[in-house]
């Protein structure tokens, strides 16, 4: 599968975007797929994830109530709603993929993901 990240910008405090993740290849429905962010100086880091069967989603507790993931299977994609949006939200924003359903501590970490996409930056000025 090929993942294509985009809809970063820049954005006031308290404001919202929806960044999107195109997936071509194999349905993405047969993936689990996360959004991960990583900041200047800082680790990649979970934000938020979608099991395959789209019925569990996964929150970070730092995006838990301002960010909503989902997906469309019809359109092959995968979204992050994101809003009340802070200066430390700021990063650059990846989606990722892997086939199966891994345990929710491995889900959140970068190694369990075999897809990546090439990453947004999003912005969040006070």
């Known amino acids: 599968v090929q993942l294509q990240a985009s809809g970063g910008g820049l954005v006031q405090v308290g404001g919202c975007l929806r960044l999107?993740?195109?997936?071509?290849?194999?349905?993405?429905?047969?993936?689990?797929v996360s959004w991960f962010r990583q900041a200047p100086g800082k680790e990649r880091e979970f934000v938020a994830g979608v099991r395959f069967n789209a019925r569990v989603t996964h929150y970070a507790d730092s995006v838990n109530g301002r960010f909503t993931i989902s997906r469309d299977d019809a359109k092959n994609t995968l979204y992050l709603q994101m809003n009340s949006l802070k200066p430390e939200d700021t990063a650059v924003y990846y989606c990722a993929a892997r086939v199966g359903n891994p345990a929710l501590s491995y889900l959140k970490t970068t190694e369990a993901y075999d897809y990546w996409g090439q990453g947004t930056l999003v912005t969040v000025s006070s």
């Open positions: 999107s993740c195109a997936s071509s290849g194999r349905a993405i429905t047969s993936y689990t």
